[in-house]
């Protein structure tokens, strides 16, 4: 099946959404996505981001769709024709949509774990308003432990339902869910029940925005200020591939290795993450690869290129080697 994405024409198989044609593409034209994630069943349609303009629904029939779609959620027809970032209509929804998301959202980035890494943050920048429109109170709540290694700050949540998702579908032993409806909307456990299984701490990688923290974590060192390097051991319960994020010899976190668009690789095990902080414990095989447009790529060098040098009086340049 053909889809054409920005005046892109791939193929794809049937029954792949907009959103993974998308990513097949690659490049700026992938729709930001706050709620889905391809490695968790059910996910997408909440947080509204990744809305697109179909202008040609399919080439057996070419009217167009009346309304914005989900791309994550919306599968390609044969002949479809979409519109993300060459759409004003887009852009311009992309802009509320961030807006309504930080109507509740406390200006927590000076002081929030999640700073440099925040999908919330770039999508903010890339799409945000300076001055906000409410004059209304922000709703609060308490700084709540659902866990001995899990620090929740619903004020920061948005409600994308992953980490609900995620203890679902890989603990197979959830003990926390989304209660109330509307505004008063809440991800808490039942009678402040604690988290606990193997697989907890992946509900922290898997969240978009600051609303789970590692306490083990909590305040220690900006992201940005670590280098973050590939490890690995031998694990009876995961793969033991992580990311070890590094200061000289001392291991500041644990984390799942992400893929290019901010998803878990594969999801580790609370041992790996929690339990194993020294050197001693794992096998560094390198730096990781970082996109340049992250705070985190600052002076992150991967290798090193050295000058060439310029002799000018015969009008030569010598590369080193």
């Not at 167009?64 to 791309?71: D, I, N, Q, R, T």
């Not at 992946?202 to 390097?229: E, H, Q, Y």
């Not at 901010?262 to 390198?286: A, M, S, V, Y």
């Amino acid at each position: 099946m053909k889809v054409t994405i920005d005046d892109i024409t791939i193929e794809v198989k049937e029954g792949t959404t907009i959103l993974e044609a998308a990513r097949k593409i690659g490049g700026k034209i992938v729709p930001p996505a706050m709620c889905y994630y391809s490695k968790l069943k059910g996910t997408g349609g909440k947080c509204r981001t990744c809305l697109v303009k179909v202008t040609q629904s399919s080439s057996k029939d070419p009217r167009p769709m009346p309304k914005l779609v989900a791309s994550c959620s919306t599968p390609i027809q044969d002949g479809m024709v979409v519109r993300n970032i060459t759409s004003k209509e887009v852009l311009d929804a992309r802009k509320a949509i961030v807006e309504f998301l930080l109507i509740n959202h406390p200006l927590d980035c000076p002081v929030c774990d999640q700073a440099g890494e925040c999908d919330l943050q770039d999508l903010s920048f890339q799409h945000g308003v300076v001055e906000t429109r409410s004059d209304e109170e922000r709703r609060e709540f308490p700084v709540i432990d659902i866990g001995d290694k899990i620090k929740l700050h619903m004020n920061r949540c948005i409600l994308c339902y992953r980490c609900v998702f995620t203890a679902d579908q890989i603990t197979g032993k959830r003990v926390h869910g989304v209660l109330y409806r509307g505004d008063a909307a809440e991800i808490s456990t039942y009678i402040q029940n604690v988290i606990d299984n193997d697989f907890s701490g992946n509900i922290i990688d898997v969240c978009p925005v600051g609303a789970l923290t590692d306490r083990t974590f909590r305040f220690k060192s900006r992201v940005w200020f670590l280098n973050p390097m590939d490890a690995s051991r031998e694990c009876s319960h995961c793969s033991g591939k992580v990311v070890a994020w590094m200061s000289g010899n001392k291991i500041f976190r644990i984390t799942g290795r992400k893929d290019e668009f901010g998803e878990l690789e594969e999801f580790i095990c609370n041992e790996c993450r929690f339990e194993k902080k020294e050197l001693k414990d794992w096998k560094i095989e390198g730096p990781r690869k970082i996109k340049r447009q992250s705070v985190i790529s600052a002076n992150h060098y991967e290798k090193l290129i050295k000058p060439s040098i310029i002799h000018p009086i015969e009008g030569t340049t010598e590369q080193q080697t």
